[in-house]
């Protein structure tokens, strides 16, 4: 069933896409939009994880913006909207925004069931700036462009983290794929794997890079992570 939930901040209200399961787990996972807001993509995306049993609860992200942008992948125009909301997006206030999204998922679930994080480009960063200075009970992380920058805050990172990258990723290039990895290599919470032959965005559902097989290899270790956990 689809829904939407209402999330209050000081600085004013949003809502986030909510994708109920038919046979409820108990957890619930956030997902994290890319540059292109709540769209069909990130819609799926719900969809699968409630078949899977997970609560799911996109927020909008750029609602201090713009509320309800809902772009494609598929024209020049939405590429450039996207880009000028990316690039005027203030990331220490969305993981505040993320923040007061995992506490209301919490109080929907009656305090007691787990809450992932899982974003996809932006949506991937964020995931990562979430678990390094909120926590969340786990957290993937498709594809997070820029995070590089910021890979000094693994020091503070204490949820499960897993991380998918592409090896030919045209914004994150082998420098910066190579400083991720070497972050967190060893690091007790977090595992990455690499996609060889794969550009960005390759498990976007329809997408000009997507790769059906190395969809299926990162999703299938998405779905058991998740369910190890936030069993």
């Known amino acids: 069933m689809i829904d939407r939930l209402d999330i209050a901040t000081p600085d004013g209200a949003f809502h986030a896409h909510v994708h109920r399961p038919a046979r409820p787990n108990g957890a619930a996972v956030v997902v994290l939009q890319e540059i292109f807001g709540i769209n069909a993509d990130m819609k799926q995306t719900c969809a699968e994880l409630a078949d899977q049993g997970f609560l799911a609860v996109c927020p909008d992200l750029f609602w201090r913006q713009e509320p309800g942008v809902e772009l494609s992948d598929a024209t020049q ?13 203030d990331r220490d206030l969305g993981v505040v925004d993320v923040g007061a999204t995992i506490a209301a998922v919490r109080r929907h679930l009656g305090g007691t069931g787990k809450v992932g994080v899982m974003g996809y480009c932006l949506g991937g960063l964020m995931t990562f700036l979430t678990a390094a200075r909120l926590g969340a009970d786990a957290a ?28 030919e990723d045209e914004f994150i290039d082998r420098a910066a794929r190579e400083r991720i990895v070497q972050a967190l290599a060893g690091h007790p919470w977090a595992q990455v794997h690499t996609y060889p032959g794969c550009n960005h965005a390759f498990a976007r559902h329809r997408g000009a890079h997507y790769d059906a097989a190395a969809a ?5 270790r998405t779905a058991q992570f998740l369910a190890t956990h936030l069993a």
Not at 150 to 166: K, R
Not at 216 to 220: D, F, M, V, Y
């Open 216 to 220: 299926a290899l990162a999703n299938g």
């Open 140 to 167: 993937v992380a498709y594809y997070g462009g820029g995070t590089e920058q910021y890979v000094d805050e693994a020091a503070t990172l204490s949820s499960p983290l897993l991380m998918h990258l592409a090896e």
């Open 77 to 89: 125009a939405d590429w450039e909207k996207g880009f000028a909301l990316y690039s005027r997006f």
